[in-house]
């Protein structure tokens, strides 16, 4: 079923809409445009939230019944998915379509990406959620009542008439243009956010009081938060799964960019992953609550922003190495192109790492010679080996592999990211194979990806103030940061 603006209109001039929506009045907007919009200066305060790999165990979603051959697969499924997702972002400011047929589901494969809870409203509304931790998206949302059509979630769906903290936004709210955004009726600011694959959310801009945990004890209320309340949703989301995006890209309206946010993020978060479905604890923090171990070597490099297209975390990619070789690329081929298109982002929705399709037969040829003078020759496709990755290998016998693969490295503007073995190879111990943990993209349109997989035992600082800046540093993130 495809769902529109128009429809969501239609809906909310019905019975269902004006005895919901309609009053929340121009008048009690005021002072919540005059908050959102007021710069506060940042404090030292700060928050962490505990971020969730749904591989995990850990996770309140974990499924063990699947193979890990099925939950391998599934993940390739989903990077793809997330790839169209990240292509359908640029081909925005290009001339180019999207081709529905080469599309994987995006929304529906949102229980296999990072989570964090939070508490949403106040009274009765009050609600913890899980929500997909996305930092190419911007607008954080969950479902509200009346919420019709809708999926299925484990946890009641918000009221917003239940909590004395909620409001809709009007039409005029400085959040609200063009084309998520539109003026619906009785003045609200409604919005449609479109997905790749076909699936939407629709509902009302609204702001409301979010809960999260103080790093000094009890908890932090942040008021005025803006999220959109979704009303209408068009896809098969899955249950038990989260129920919204908590989003962190670039846009005014993502919550690092919010004001209202700023006291508490100041406009920067940090996060270090493990290796997936590992049983270790993780956090996303924020603010005061970023903190580098005394022996990490801190580099930094800019992030790129663009007056077109996604505001996402783009960096400027130099070159990569192969342990210590450096591996000679075009210039240019990892920018932006004029169209909107190319570049490359960090991005924690992705999985593994995609290069653009040149770039990528460049390293694997490179990889090639390196284990041909090693006596190695590739698995020849649709064998046993890891179903969907590309350049795979029978391990030697007797032979550790830390003593076979090569390291690899990663040059930005000013600042190198080391990538151990692990982090280059998916290594299948049982099957006694290895396989190249990164994939080519063919559309010129896509951008090249820094994903998961390769962001392990590494910590990020995103720090979005004074035009934005990355920070990077090795660390054992197993022992908490």
């Given amino acids: 079923m495809s769902l529109s603006l128009k429809t969501l209109n239609d809906m909310e001039s019905s019975q269902i809409f004006n005895q919901h929506l309609i009053s929340y009045s121009v008048l009690i907007f005021l002072p919540v445009l005059l908050a959102t919009s007021q710069i506060i200066p940042p404090t030292k305060h700060g928050f962490s939230l505990k971020l969730i790999d749904p591989l995990s165990p850990l996770s309140p979603f974990f499924n063990p019944n699947l193979t890990d051959t099925e939950r391998f697969n599934r993940i390739l499924k989903s990077d793809r998915g997330r790839l169209r997702y990240l292509t359908s972002l640029n081909a925005g400011t290009t001339n180019f379509p999207i081709d529905p047929t080469e599309i994987q589901p995006g929304l529906s494969s949102h229980d296999l990406s990072y989570m964090v809870m939070t508490g949403i409203g106040t009274g009765a ?130 919550f690092i960019s919010q004001p209202s946010c700023a006291p508490v993020t100041g406009l920067r978060f940090s996060y270090c992953l493990v290796e997936p479905g590992s049983n270790i604890p993780m956090a996303l923090r924020f603010g005061a609550d970023i903190t580098w171990p005394p022996v990490a070597r801190v580099q930094q490099t800019q992030i790129l922003r663009f007056s077109t297209g996604p505001k996402q975390y783009y960096v400027n990619l130099t070159g990569i190495s192969i342990d210590d070789t450096s591996i000679y690329f075009a210039p240019g081929t990892f920018d932006r192109n004029p169209s909107g298109g190319g570049g490359f982002v960090l991005d924690s929705g992705s999985h593994f790492t995609y290069l653009p399709e040149l770039a990528y037969r460049i390293v694997r040829n490179a990889l090639v010679l390196h284990f041909q003078a090693r006596h190695l020759m590739p698995l020849v496709p649709g064998g046993d080996e890891a179903v969907g990755l590309d350049l795979c290998y029978d391990l030697l016998p007797n032979v550790d592999p830390k003593d076979l693969l090569p390291s690899m490295t990663f040059h930005f503007a000013g600042a190198d990211l080391p990538l151990f073995y692990e982090q280059v190879f998916h290594v299948d111990l049982h099957q006694q194979q290895f396989c190249l943990a990164m994939l080519p993209e063919t559309d010129v349109r896509a951008p090249g990806i820094l994903g998961a997989f390769q962001q392990v035992n590494t910590q990020f600082e995103f720090d979005t103030s004074n035009g934005g800046i990355l920070r990077m540093a090795t660390v054992d993130c197993a022992h908490g940061v």
């Fill in 125 to 254: 509304a009050f609600q913890n959620y899980y929500l997909h931790l996305d930092t190419g998206s911007s607008l954080t949302w969950i479902q509200c009542e009346p919420c019709h059509p809708c999926f299925q979630q484990q946890q009641p769906i918000f009221n917003p008439l239940n909590s004395p903290s909620y409001l809709s936004l009007m039409a005029f709210h400085p959040y609200c243009r063009s084309p998520d955004y539109q003026p619906g009726p009785n003045g609200l600011c409604h919005f449609s956010m479109f997905y790749a694959d076909g699936t939407s959310a629709n509902g009302i801009l609204s702001s409301e009081t979010f809960t999260f945990p103080s790093s000094q004890g009890g908890n932090i209320q942040v008021p005025n938060v803006v999220f959109g309340c979704t009303h209408l949703t068009d896809t098969d989301y899955p249950l038990g799964g989260p129920v919204g995006i908590f989003g962190l890209d670039l846009e005014q309206e993502s």
